[in-house]
């Protein structure tokens, strides 16, 4: 248990659905992350959160949409995915942003999968 | 670009041996490391780090050792159990970046 709780853990999906991810944190953290898990790939970032507001967008498509409405939740608003989105994908939060040397707490992620 | 490499996929040891996880990267702005370890169907957990002042951190069976010259670090667990099979992500960043860097990630078994 690191503190950072995923719902749900699994998820399948068509690719006219609307769905949303959640993550919360409760270690008093100010910065929470999106990362996406694919097949032998590395983790990437999507979005980072740092006192609520976005400070990166890594470039991440418009049908997956983040959302911060305070600093103990993040979610991952999802819409007309691709089976190719299929992954999983993990919630992270630090103290602050990364760049401060503070390690990242992950929670357990969300497997999705696209039909 | 992928900036934090690990190029070896898999690694098999036996228990009570010594387990050698290596990472390169390629940023030298990087200045700070982490290893982290992943079982199936959880999130990456952190395990240790180490910043670019240093060139070793140890803490208990887990040592990491940082070239700063070839850009290079390692993880060494010794002795290995069975219980330390899982992928190990080496990732980096910066004082000036948000984001970790993490490379693909090395799968460790350790048999009886």
């Known amino acids: 248990e690191t503190g950072v709780t995923q719902t749900p853990r699994h998820l399948v999906m068509g690719m006219t659905n609307k769905k949303s991810l959640k993550c919360e944190q409760h270690l008093g953290h100010n910065a929470m992350y999106w990362y996406k898990q694919s097949a032998k790939k590395p983790l990437e970032l999507m979005f980072v959160y740092n006192f609520k507001e976005q400070t990166e967008n890594n470039s991440v498509p418009s049908r997956f949409s983040p959302e911060c409405p305070n600093s103990s939740h993040l979610f991952l608003h999802l819409h007309t995915l691709q089976p190719e989105d299929s992954a999983l994908y993990l919630c992270?939060?630090?103290?602050?942003?990364?760049?401060?040397?503070?390690?990242?707490?992950f929670g357990q992620g969300t497997r999705l999968t696209v039909v | 670009d992928q900036q934090v490499k690990q190029n070896s996929p898999s690694l098999s040891v036996q228990e009570g041996r010594i387990s050698i996880l290596n990472c390169d990267y390629t940023?030298?702005?990087?200045?700070?490391f982490l290893w982290y370890k992943k079982y199936p169907a959880e999130g990456p957990t952190f395990l240790i780090s180490?910043?670019?002042?240093?060139d070793k951190n140890e803490d208990g069976r887990f040592t990491v050792f940082l070239n700063k010259s070839a850009k290079h670090l390692s993880l060494h667990i010794v002795p290995s159990q069975p219980g330390d099979s899982a992928v190990y992500f080496c990732a980096a960043n910066s004082n000036s970046g948000y984001a970790l860097n993490f490379g693909k990630g090395t799968s460790l078994l350790v048999t009886p």
């Open positions: 180490i910043s670019s002042i240093k």
């Open positions: 992270a939060s630090s103290r602050e942003g990364t760049g401060l040397n503070t390690e990242a707490f």
């Open positions: 940023n030298s702005m990087f200045d700070y």
